[in-house]
Protein backbone atom coordinates (compact mmCIF):
# COMPACT_ATOMS: atom_id res chain seq x y z
CA UNK A 1 0.00 0.00 0.00
CA UNK A 2 1.41 3.21 -1.10
CA UNK A 3 1.14 6.12 1.17
CA UNK A 4 -0.02 8.90 0.78
CA UNK A 5 1.46 12.33 -0.46
CA UNK A 6 -0.01 14.95 1.39
CA UNK A 7 1.32 18.48 -0.55
CA UNK A 8 0.70 21.72 1.08
CA UNK A 9 0.53 24.94 -1.26
CA UNK A 10 -0.59 28.47 0.33
CA UNK A 11 -1.44 30.85 -2.29
CA UNK A 12 -2.28 34.51 -2.47
CA UNK A 13 -4.28 36.46 -4.98
CA UNK A 14 -2.28 38.09 -7.67
CA UNK A 15 -2.20 38.21 -11.58
CA UNK A 16 -0.03 35.36 -11.84
CA UNK A 17 -1.84 32.84 -9.44
CA UNK A 18 -3.97 30.74 -11.93
CA UNK A 19 -1.28 29.98 -13.82
CA UNK A 20 0.82 28.61 -11.41
CA UNK A 21 -1.83 26.69 -9.98
CA UNK A 22 -2.65 25.43 -13.46
CA UNK A 23 0.93 24.76 -13.76
CA UNK A 24 1.41 22.92 -10.14
CA UNK A 25 -1.51 21.04 -10.87
CA UNK A 26 -0.05 19.52 -14.27
CA UNK A 27 2.75 18.41 -12.69
CA UNK A 28 1.00 16.98 -9.12
CA UNK A 29 -1.36 14.98 -11.82
CA UNK A 30 1.33 12.72 -12.92
CA UNK A 31 2.04 11.95 -8.95
CA UNK A 32 0.13 8.54 -7.55
CA UNK A 33 -1.86 8.46 -4.38
CA UNK A 34 -1.84 12.73 -4.12
CA UNK A 35 -3.42 14.54 -1.69
CA UNK A 36 -3.09 18.18 -2.58
CA UNK A 37 -4.05 20.34 -0.05
CA UNK A 38 -4.27 24.22 -0.88
CA UNK A 39 -4.39 26.61 1.22
CA UNK A 40 -5.36 30.38 0.12
CA UNK A 41 -3.97 33.22 2.35
CA UNK A 42 -7.65 35.03 2.49
CA UNK A 43 -10.87 35.19 4.70
CA UNK A 44 -12.63 32.83 2.02
CA UNK A 45 -12.26 30.80 -0.27
CA UNK A 46 -12.20 32.19 -4.09
CA UNK A 47 -14.26 30.71 -6.74
CA UNK A 48 -10.72 31.41 -8.93
CA UNK A 49 -9.28 28.70 -6.60
CA UNK A 50 -12.18 26.57 -6.38
CA UNK A 51 -12.46 26.14 -10.00
CA UNK A 52 -9.12 25.29 -11.05
CA UNK A 53 -8.85 22.79 -7.82
CA UNK A 54 -12.67 21.10 -9.04
CA UNK A 55 -11.55 20.89 -12.72
CA UNK A 56 -8.13 19.92 -11.95
CA UNK A 57 -8.41 16.00 -11.66
CA UNK A 58 -6.69 15.70 -8.55
CA UNK A 59 -7.40 14.47 -4.52
CA UNK A 60 -7.40 18.33 -3.22
CA UNK A 61 -8.68 19.75 -0.15
CA UNK A 62 -9.25 23.57 -0.23
CA UNK A 63 -9.25 25.84 3.17
CA UNK A 64 -8.23 29.54 3.82
CA UNK A 65 -7.18 31.82 6.62
CA UNK A 66 -5.79 35.05 6.08
CA UNK A 67 -2.58 35.89 7.19
CA UNK A 68 -2.88 38.06 10.06
CA UNK A 69 -2.92 42.24 8.86
CA UNK A 70 0.73 42.83 11.38
CA UNK A 71 2.51 39.91 9.55
CA UNK A 72 0.78 40.39 6.25
CA UNK A 73 3.29 41.35 3.12
CA UNK A 74 2.68 45.03 1.79
CA UNK A 75 2.75 45.41 -2.02
CA UNK A 76 5.74 48.02 -1.33
CA UNK A 77 7.95 45.67 1.11
CA UNK A 78 10.22 43.61 -0.56
CA UNK A 79 8.95 40.09 0.04
CA UNK A 80 11.59 38.70 2.54
CA UNK A 81 10.39 40.93 5.59
CA UNK A 82 7.94 38.65 6.51
CA UNK A 83 7.58 35.03 6.21
CA UNK A 84 4.75 34.47 3.86
CA UNK A 85 2.78 31.12 3.71
CA UNK A 86 2.83 30.81 8.12
CA UNK A 87 -0.48 30.32 8.90
CA UNK A 88 -1.63 28.53 5.70
CA UNK A 89 0.71 25.87 6.10
CA UNK A 90 -0.49 25.56 9.72
CA UNK A 91 -3.99 25.16 9.09
CA UNK A 92 -2.98 22.36 6.46
CA UNK A 93 -1.40 20.81 9.55
CA UNK A 94 -4.31 21.51 11.75
CA UNK A 95 -6.59 19.86 8.79
CA UNK A 96 -4.43 16.78 8.92
CA UNK A 97 -4.61 16.25 12.86
CA UNK A 98 -8.39 16.55 12.66
CA UNK A 99 -9.26 14.29 9.49
CA UNK A 100 -6.46 11.58 9.52
CA UNK A 101 -5.72 8.73 11.70
CA UNK A 102 -2.66 8.22 13.32
CA UNK A 103 -2.18 4.55 11.80
CA UNK A 104 -2.56 5.95 7.94
CA UNK A 105 1.14 6.17 5.90
CA UNK A 106 1.16 9.40 4.20
CA UNK A 107 3.85 11.81 4.19
CA UNK A 108 3.57 16.05 4.06
CA UNK A 109 5.47 17.97 1.87
CA UNK A 110 5.16 21.93 1.79
CA UNK A 111 4.50 23.16 -2.07
CA UNK A 112 4.85 26.80 -2.76
CA UNK A 113 3.20 27.46 -6.08
CA UNK A 114 6.28 29.16 -7.78
CA UNK A 115 8.40 26.63 -7.14
CA UNK A 116 9.59 23.87 -9.92
CA UNK A 117 8.77 20.33 -8.82
CA UNK A 118 10.47 17.20 -10.50
CA UNK A 119 7.45 14.36 -10.81
CA UNK A 120 11.10 11.89 -9.33
CA UNK A 121 11.33 14.06 -6.19
CA UNK A 122 7.52 12.71 -4.81
CA UNK A 123 9.22 8.88 -5.41
CA UNK A 124 12.18 9.80 -3.23
CA UNK A 125 10.21 11.23 -0.64
CA UNK A 126 7.11 8.80 -0.28
CA UNK A 127 9.17 6.20 2.15
CA UNK A 128 10.04 9.12 4.29
CA UNK A 129 10.04 7.32 7.93
CA UNK A 130 10.34 11.31 9.75
CA UNK A 131 12.33 13.51 7.91
CA UNK A 132 13.45 13.23 4.30
CA UNK A 133 15.97 16.13 2.64
CA UNK A 134 17.52 16.88 -0.44
CA UNK A 135 19.24 19.65 -2.24
CA UNK A 136 16.83 22.93 -3.48
CA UNK A 137 17.75 24.57 -6.79
CA UNK A 138 18.48 28.13 -7.34
CA UNK A 139 18.25 29.37 -3.62
CA UNK A 140 20.16 30.85 -0.65
CA UNK A 141 22.19 32.85 -3.22
CA UNK A 142 23.82 29.78 -5.16
CA UNK A 143 22.96 27.61 -8.00
CA UNK A 144 22.12 25.07 -4.99
CA UNK A 145 22.02 24.34 -1.44
CA UNK A 146 21.92 20.47 -0.10
CA UNK A 147 22.85 18.77 2.61
CA UNK A 148 26.19 16.77 2.78
CA UNK A 149 26.01 13.41 3.60
CA UNK A 150 28.54 11.14 4.75
CA UNK A 151 27.79 7.02 5.08
CA UNK A 152 24.54 7.70 4.62
CA UNK A 153 23.80 10.40 7.05
CA UNK A 154 23.92 14.31 7.33
CA UNK A 155 26.64 15.57 8.79
CA UNK A 156 26.05 19.16 7.96
CA UNK A 157 24.60 21.58 5.01
CA UNK A 158 26.35 23.35 1.98
CA UNK A 159 24.57 26.77 2.48
CA UNK A 160 26.11 30.18 2.34
CA UNK A 161 23.34 32.34 4.11
CA UNK A 162 22.69 32.19 7.95
CA UNK A 163 24.30 28.41 7.73
CA UNK A 164 24.38 28.31 11.58
CA UNK A 165 20.77 27.99 11.89
CA UNK A 166 19.79 25.09 13.19
CA UNK A 167 18.24 23.30 9.87
CA UNK A 168 19.69 25.68 7.27
CA UNK A 169 17.13 24.31 4.70
CA UNK A 170 14.43 25.67 2.39
CA UNK A 171 10.79 24.51 2.48
CA UNK A 172 11.43 22.70 -0.60
CA UNK A 173 13.91 20.92 0.90
CA UNK A 174 12.04 18.42 3.06
CA UNK A 175 9.24 16.12 4.10
CA UNK A 176 8.02 15.42 6.92
CA UNK A 177 6.43 12.14 8.00
CA UNK A 178 1.81 12.02 8.35
CA UNK A 179 2.51 10.28 11.36
CA UNK A 180 5.21 12.60 12.82
CA UNK A 181 2.82 15.79 12.68
CA UNK A 182 -0.18 13.90 14.19
CA UNK A 183 2.12 12.43 17.24
CA UNK A 184 3.56 15.80 17.42
CA UNK A 185 0.61 17.64 17.96
CA UNK A 186 2.32 20.80 19.09
CA UNK A 187 4.94 21.04 15.90
CA UNK A 188 4.25 23.96 13.49
CA UNK A 189 5.85 26.90 12.11
CA UNK A 190 6.19 29.91 14.17
CA UNK A 191 4.99 33.04 12.39
CA UNK A 192 7.27 34.93 14.76
CA UNK A 193 10.23 32.78 13.93
CA UNK A 194 13.22 35.52 13.07
CA UNK A 195 13.80 35.74 9.02
CA UNK A 196 14.93 32.45 7.51
CA UNK A 197 14.42 30.26 10.96
CA UNK A 198 10.70 29.25 10.05
CA UNK A 199 11.64 25.54 8.45
CA UNK A 200 13.97 25.49 11.60
CA UNK A 201 10.81 26.47 13.85
CA UNK A 202 9.03 22.96 12.67
CA UNK A 203 12.05 20.56 12.21
CA UNK A 204 13.13 21.48 15.60
CA UNK A 205 10.40 20.11 17.24
CA UNK A 206 10.16 16.81 15.68
CA UNK A 207 13.90 15.74 14.47
CA UNK A 208 17.52 15.82 15.21
CA UNK A 209 20.12 16.12 12.41
CA UNK A 210 21.59 12.48 13.11
CA UNK A 211 17.36 11.26 12.26
CA UNK A 212 16.99 13.01 8.72
CA UNK A 213 17.17 10.82 5.70
CA UNK A 214 18.75 11.96 2.73
CA UNK A 215 17.05 11.18 -0.58
CA UNK A 216 17.69 12.00 -4.17
CA UNK A 217 21.32 10.18 -4.04
CA UNK A 218 22.96 10.76 -0.83
CA UNK A 219 21.71 14.44 -1.88
CA UNK A 220 23.45 14.51 -5.39
CA UNK A 221 20.77 15.12 -7.54
CA UNK A 222 18.40 18.35 -7.44
CA UNK A 223 14.52 17.72 -8.06
CA UNK A 224 13.15 20.51 -7.00
CA UNK A 225 13.83 24.02 -7.96
CA UNK A 226 13.09 27.67 -5.69
CA UNK A 227 11.78 29.15 -9.14
CA UNK A 228 10.42 32.86 -8.80
CA UNK A 229 7.54 34.28 -10.98
CA UNK A 230 7.93 37.38 -12.42
CA UNK A 231 5.55 40.00 -11.64
CA UNK A 232 3.75 40.75 -15.07
CA UNK A 233 4.22 44.37 -15.97
CA UNK A 234 0.30 45.79 -16.77
CA UNK A 235 1.70 49.54 -18.11
CA UNK A 236 -1.27 48.69 -20.93
CA UNK A 237 -3.68 47.60 -19.06
CA UNK A 238 -3.55 50.79 -16.77
CA UNK A 239 -3.98 52.89 -19.69
CA UNK A 240 -6.79 51.18 -21.06
CA UNK A 241 -8.48 51.61 -17.57
CA UNK A 242 -7.61 55.28 -17.41
CA UNK A 243 -9.64 55.49 -21.02
CA UNK A 244 -12.50 53.70 -19.12
CA UNK A 245 -12.11 50.41 -21.74
CA UNK A 246 -11.16 48.29 -18.81
CA UNK A 247 -11.57 44.20 -19.64
CA UNK A 248 -12.66 42.01 -16.79
CA UNK A 249 -12.05 38.48 -17.37
N1 LIG B 1 2.12 33.38 -0.02
C1 LIG B 1 0.96 33.64 0.67
N2 LIG B 1 0.68 34.93 1.07
C2 LIG B 1 1.52 35.98 0.79
C3 LIG B 1 2.71 35.71 0.09
C4 LIG B 1 2.99 34.40 -0.29
O1 LIG B 1 0.18 32.72 0.93
O2 LIG B 1 1.19 37.13 1.16
C5 LIG B 1 2.43 32.00 -0.45
C6 LIG B 1 2.91 31.88 -1.90
O3 LIG B 1 1.82 31.72 -2.78
C7 LIG B 1 3.84 30.69 -1.85
C8 LIG B 1 4.40 30.74 -0.42
O4 LIG B 1 3.49 31.53 0.35
O5 LIG B 1 3.14 29.47 -2.04
C9 LIG B 1 5.79 31.37 -0.37
O6 LIG B 1 5.74 32.67 -0.91
P1 LIG B 1 6.79 33.19 -1.99
O7 LIG B 1 6.91 32.19 -3.08
O8 LIG B 1 6.40 34.58 -2.38
O9 LIG B 1 8.10 33.25 -1.10
P2 LIG B 1 9.60 32.98 -1.48
O10 LIG B 1 9.67 31.90 -2.47
O11 LIG B 1 10.11 34.26 -2.02
O12 LIG B 1 10.21 32.61 -0.17
MN1 LIG C 1 8.53 31.19 -3.91
Given at each position: QLPTIYAVTPTYSRLVQKAELVRLSQTFLHVR???????????NRSKLV???????????THLSVPTPTIHKLKESDPNWLKPRGV???NLAIQWLRENRELSEEGVVYFADDDNTYST????EMRWTKRVSVWPVGLVGGLRFERPL??????????TAWKPTRPFPMDMAGFSVAL???LANR??????????G????????????????EPKANNCDKVLVWHTRTEKPKMKQEDALLKQGKGSEV
Open positions: KFHWIVVEDAAAEILAQSGLVYEQRKLFDVEGGKVVGFHQLLEAKFDINAERYLESSLLQSVVSIEEL
